[in-house]
């Protein structure tokens, strides 16, 4: 899953994006209003914190002129401003979730946690393709019953996969999704942690395989 913060405060966006990493986030920080709003209007993020008061653009403007884009990806607004009347302004601009600073990271991420949830077509906590688990939560991985260990980017990527299970995936989603967009990755790099899940999931199982190479396309996740 891949996050965009928007935050002018150095030291508030570094904080937000350490720990993010922690949870097996990929996160990009823009530092100002103009920077954070080509960057959501032109990658694609699976939520947006975003500050009300950024040099550039505002953070009013970036809500506003995303939903105009008709860009979706679920924003999270974290500021200063707490007065009832800046609430009613930040989610009428096309936010999602408000809140103020200073601010629990624990409930910053359960929120966050929501928001991806919110527009997948199911919100079932515990991931799952055929006898194959994955609670995001404890990331905990099982098939049949028998837990698997997995690296953070291991985990990372089976999660988008599961996310988008049926779905063909190509290698630039993939990276953009899994890994920051500063990341310097190559297409060869996907191909070795496909490998390696399929070493941990497929291949001890003796079951058809769950993970598929579809040739001149990319990759998905099922259970067909």
């Given amino acids: 899953m891949r996050i965009l913060v928007i935050e002018d405060e150095h030291r508030i966006a570094n904080s937000i994006k350490k720990g993010l990493e922690q949870e097996n986030y990929a996160v990009d920080i823009a ?25 550039g653009m505002d953070g009013i403007k970036i809500s ?7 860009i979706h990806t679920p924003i999270l607004i974290l500021t200063a401003k707490g ?17 103020v600073k200073p601010f629990s ?11 991806i949830r919110r527009p997948k077509t199911t919100i079932d906590q515990v991931l799952t393709v055929s006898d194959l688990t994955f609670n995001p939560k404890t990331f905990a ?9 997995l690296s953070n980017k291991e985990f990372s990527l089976l999660e988008y996969l599961m996310r988008n ?11 953009s999704h899994v890994w920051d967009y500063d990341a310097d990755i190559l297409p060869n790099t996907i191909e070795v942690y496909i490998k390696n899940l399929r070493n ?11 993970i598929k190479t579809i040739r001149g396309f990319g990759y998905k996740i099922s259970g067909d």
């Fill in 165 to 175: 299970k049926g779905r063909i995936l190509s290698k630039d989603q993939i990276i």
């Fill in 141 to 149: 991985v099982k098939r049949s019953g028998k837990l698997i260990a």
């Fill in 105 to 115: 990271f624990e409930e910053l991420l359960a929120r966050i946690r929501a928001l």
């Fill in 83 to 99: 007065q009832i009347q800046d609430k009613v302004i930040g989610l009428d601009s096309g936010a999602d979730d408000y809140m």
């Fill in 200 to 210: 941990k999931i497929d291949l001890p199982f003796k079951k058809n395989p769950l």
């Fill in 64 to 70: 506003k002129n995303l939903r105009k884009e008709k």
């Fill in 31 to 55: 530092y100002n209003g103009d920077d954070g709003y080509d960057l959501a209007s032109t990658e694609e993020y699976d939520a947006i914190i975003l500050d009300l008061m950024l040099p």
